[in-house]
């Protein structure tokens, strides 16, 4: 297997879909004014003439855009193509964190709002017709259940909660989600307002749950597993790259078919005893070549240690690719590439598929010690070939060999002088990340041309 030669592509490129921010936004608006509509239609209006009435209708409305945004929070988690396309797992994840956090106090809000509006209408108060409303109405002690569920999750998405649990204990809570939704589904068409007596209310929120969970099962399922079983990947090779960093390369079927970019990134899944329920992201290190894939890990944790042992053979379940870190986000015919420790993994793969005339492409890769810079030899060949510049960044900074930090602006333009005229693609560590967006800010490079991936969710 060699992984420095950079013929001509033999895999297909990933299908480009032809939808838009301003598509998807126009679509979620246009839901979010057919439900204020069908609050309307079903005469809440009316009821804003009392203060209960108000609270009353308030809680109301709060149910109705809450479930529309858990709703949205999944279509957010199906890991649509399409979606990635557009926002990027990045943006993706961070629009998942609050729309979630928007959702559980929109859920929260109907409670306490629907209780003090109805025990001050017939005079029982809040917790009198709290106790009406668990022990009497139909599925809403289920419901109630649901709720407690979602703010669970979201107590444990507060960032100093989710720092104190393992990475498998906060998706496993998640995992309640659905519970959640299945509590809670019940109520709303068994007591909600807007559904009881109201066939086309009922069927668009039907309609709304079947197209949510429609797109789930099409690609956290469907797609996974037609891509893995055409494929059959397996474990061809793993060779210890520096330090607690190895190379998995994995061979399979009709490789040449795989559609996929260097930059991109799959969730893999190795089919052993012990790991076979959980997947992990990891970046291509090596551009598609219809030959084989390779992912370069570093041992960071317990699922990244027992990588480094990983038997020959193992047959390994895909999914994605995902990530937007490729070629196709380029806006100019010069490139620089910037990278931090074990975020050299997809730059290393650009590096070798990006097309370029000699001197187009640059790379900055930043290592506290020599023996950590992965790849050195095969950066080099590959840079020989295209004629990259490569600089290597090496050194603790704050000591005499590196007394300033290597990514302030004045050290970016000193190295690559004409880095306001590039497009960069930067991957490492979140806080060198940082600087280095600062930096280029400085610089007076545009966000449009700045493109990165974080490792971390
Ligand atoms: C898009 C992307 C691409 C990546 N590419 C590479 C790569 O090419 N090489 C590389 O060495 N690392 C890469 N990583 C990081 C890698 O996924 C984590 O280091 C690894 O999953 C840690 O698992 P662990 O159990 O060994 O460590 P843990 O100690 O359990 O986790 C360390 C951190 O890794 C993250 N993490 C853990 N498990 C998962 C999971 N199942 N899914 C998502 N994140 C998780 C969490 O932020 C966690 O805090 C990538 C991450 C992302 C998001």
């Not at 557009?86 to 409670?111: C, E, Q, T």
């Not at 960071?300 to 480094?308: A, M, P, R, Y």
């Not at 015919?333 to 650009?350: D, E, Q, S, Y």
Request: glycine share 8%; hydrophobic share 50%; charged share 15%.
């Amino acid at each position: 297997m060699t992984v420095t030669s950079t013929t001509s592509r033999r895999a297909p490129l990933p299908r480009t879909w032809s939808i838009r921010a301003s598509d998807i936004a126009a679509l979620v608006a246009g839901n979010a004014v057919l439900i204020g509509a069908m609050w309307v239609r079903h005469g809440q209006l009316i009821e804003l003439h009392s203060v209960t009435g108000i609270i009353t209708a308030a809680g109301q409305l709060a149910a109705l855009y809450g479930t529309y945004l858990v709703l949205l929070q999944l279509v957010l988690m199906s890991r649509s193509p399409w979606l990635d396309q557009v926002f990027g797992s990045d943006r993706i994840v961070w629009l998942h964190r609050w729309v979630g956090f928007s959702a559980i106090l929109l859920l929260a809000a109907h409670g306490v709002l629907t209780v003090t509006g109805y025990g001050l209408a017939n005079g029982s108060g809040p917790i009198g017709e709290t106790v009406t409303m668990l022990t009497t109405y139909p599925y809403v002690l289920l419901a109630t259940a649901g709720m407690a569920l979602f703010v669970l999750i979201g107590v444990m998405s507060i960032n100093a909660a989710r720092r104190r649990v393992s990475y498998e204990t906060w998706y496993g809570i998640h995992l309640y989600t659905y519970l959640a939704i299945a509590l809670a589904f019940m109520h709303q068409l068994a007591v909600g307002t807007d559904f009881l007596g109201d066939p086309v209310a009922r069927l668009y929120w039907l309609a709304l749950y079947v197209a949510t969970f429609s797109l789930l099962i099409a690609f956290r399922f469907g797609q996974p597993i037609t891509l893995s079983l055409r494929h059959r990947l397996r474990v061809a090779n793993v060779i210890v790259e520096a330090p607690g960093v190895i190379s998995i390369y994995m061979t399979g079927r009709e490789l040449d078919r795989l559609a996929v970019r260097a930059g991109q990134w799959f969730r893999w899944r190795f089919l052993t005893p012990d790991d076979w329920w959980r997947s992990h992201p990891f970046s291509l290190s090596a551009a598609p070549n219809g030959e084989f894939l390779r992912i370069t890990v570093k041992d960071v944790g317990d699922f990244t240690s027992k990588l480094q042992r990983m038997r020959i053979g193992t047959l390994v379940f895909v999914e994605g690719p995902y990530g937007i870190l490729t070629g196709a986000q380029r806006t100019r015919p010069r490139v620089l590439l910037v990278a931090g420790g074990i975020g050299i993994t997809p730059l290393r793969a650009l590096l070798e598929e990006m097309p370029a005339g000699k001197g187009d492409l640059a790379l900055l890769y930043r290592a506290r010690r020599p023996r950590d810079l992965v790849f050195r030899r095969e950066i080099e060949q590959i840079a020989a070939l295209r004629g990259a510049t490569v600089h290597f960044v090496v050194g603790h900074h704050g000591t005499r060999e590196m007394p300033h930090d290597p990514f302030e602006p004045r050290a970016i333009q000193r190295l690559v002088p004409d880095v306001a005229q590039r497009d960069i693609y930067v991957c490492g560590p979140v806080p060198m990340m940082d600087a280095v967006r600062r930096s280029l800010h400085a610089l007076h490079v545009p966000d449009t041309q700045i493109h990165d991936e974080r490792f971390a969710f």
